[in-house]
């Protein structure tokens, strides 16, 4: 039995089955301790985390989320809190969780955190137990966690632990978007600004098309899960972070529905919140009668955007992303000729996220219909299932870019 809270953006998506779920507050960073703007916190709380006490007036159960490096380059981390239900019985109450995250290079620095959970109304004699989550994000390092919940009762369960973050291997060569020993709150908030970046214009700046298919792997989907809104956001961010891109087009559409949901041309920056609004709209899971009466509709949408898109296409390069889309039918060799000639590169970040226990042997081998189309266009697929093989792609997909515009650039001026 499960109640979830606010979900970290890589955590496993959780179902609510005993009572309805209820959204948990955002959490609020507190106020760091120094002279001028001293730690807002009730005595009794600072107390407890104070002398780290292990108190189970509350009865309840906390357990540590180790940290796991998501698609956004972060470090993910948190905790699980069951609780029996009956402990919450009555017209319904507000739980509140504090707790401090403190670097381990940094002891006299924590990061202090609060967050509150709604509870619905449950009669005396409710059964079974209940699952709450909460979330932050870190960089490398080690880090110690005090925490605490109390209900309206001023009952107090309270646990500390330490975690450690650290990249291994090949992934130390992948530049974080979190410095190390940084300790920030978790946000769930996928289509949020991205903050500016400052862009290295040269003689002959770089501008990209991206063509974005934002659907669950799984298309019969009724909601895109946590992991796969993540994820496909973090594609699109890392293409907009890049300094040397100076001008993006952007089409994102979804194949189960057919249509292109959201179009921006020749912008300076990418407008996440625009994007998020329109996506918001998608109805996933339902498909249009008038497509499954035709069984040759996916295909002719897929090769109409595919025509309208790249022919006489202005940019650079062109990047498709995301899952994979099988169809019953491929788009054809020749619907493809009547593109005429493409003197820019094209490229598929093919997004397959691997479930937890699964193996290579069960992922699907073959090639969806978009990376068929890349291939005949010779074009470039990447096949990003872990955070990085997408530095790593999106390192190879700039070097080819890079290449092919100074090839073109000295061709053009030795005529």
């Known amino acids: 039995m499960r109640w979830s809270g606010v979900v970290p953006p890589l955590a496993l998506l959780l179902g609510c089955y ?40 509350l009865p309840c159960t906390v357990t540590s989320i180790k940290p796991v490096l998501g698609f956004d380059l ?5 905790y699980e809190i069951t609780i029996p239900l009956k402990e919450l019985a009555g017209d319904g109450q507000t739980l509140t969780v504090v707790f401090s995250v403190t670097p381990g290079s940094s002891k006299d620095s924590p990061r202090y955190f609060s967050q509150k959970f709604k509870v619905p109304e449950l009669p005396d004699d409710a059964g079974g137990k209940t699952l709450l989550e909460g979330g932050f994000d870190v960089g490398e390092g080690g880090y110690h966690v005090r925490w605490l919940m109390r209900d309206h009762l001023e009952r107090i369960c309270s646990s500390n632990w330490d975690i450690n973050a650290t990249l291994a291997g090949r992934e130390q060569e992948m530049k974080m978007t979190i410095t190390q020993n940084s300790v920030e709150p978790s946000n769930a908030e996928f289509f949020r600004p991205e903050p500016p970046v400052e862009r290295r214009p040269d003689n002959d700046p770089i501008k990209v098309k991206v063509l974005i298919n934002y659907a669950p792997q799984q298309s019969a989907a009724a909601a895109m899960a946590p992991v796969d809104a993540s994820a496909l956001t973090s594609i699109l961010r890392t293409i907009a972070r890049e300094p040397r891109i100076m001008k993006f087009s952007i089409v994102a559409f979804n194949m189960n529905e057919q249509r292109v949901v959201y179009r921006g041309d020749d912008l300076d920056e990418i407008d996440f919140p625009g994007l998020g609004r329109e996506l918001g709209r998608l109805k996933l899971g339902m498909v249009d009668y008038k497509h499954l009466a035709d069984p040759h509709s996916p295909t002719d949408f897929l090769t109409h ?80 299932t872990r955070p990085r093989d997408l530095w790593t792609s999106w390192t190879d997909i700039m070097s080819h870019i890079a290449k092919m515009k100074l090839a073109g650039t000295t061709t053009a001026s030795s005529h």
């Open 305 to 384: 955007l595919v025509q309208e898109e790249l022919a006489g296409n202005p940019a650079d390069a062109v990047i498709f992303a995301g899952p994979k889309a099988f169809l019953d039918e491929p788009v054809t060799q020749e619907s493809l000729k009547d593109i005429g000639a493409i003197g820019y590169p094209i490229f598929y970040m093919n997004y397959m996220l691997m479930p937890p226990g699964s193996s290579w042997s069960e992922a699907p081998a073959w090639r969806d219909a978009i990376g068929t189309v890349v291939k005949r266009l010779r074009g470039f697929e990447y096949t990003i």
């Open 18 to 57: 005993a009572i309805p779920c209820q959204q948990a507050t955002a959490q609020n960073l507190l106020r760091n301790p120094d002279a001028v703007n001293p730690v807002n916190l009730l005595p009794g709380d600072a107390a407890v985390l104070e002398m780290e006490e292990t108190k189970k007036d």
């Open 74 to 78: 972060k470090f993910h981390s948190g």
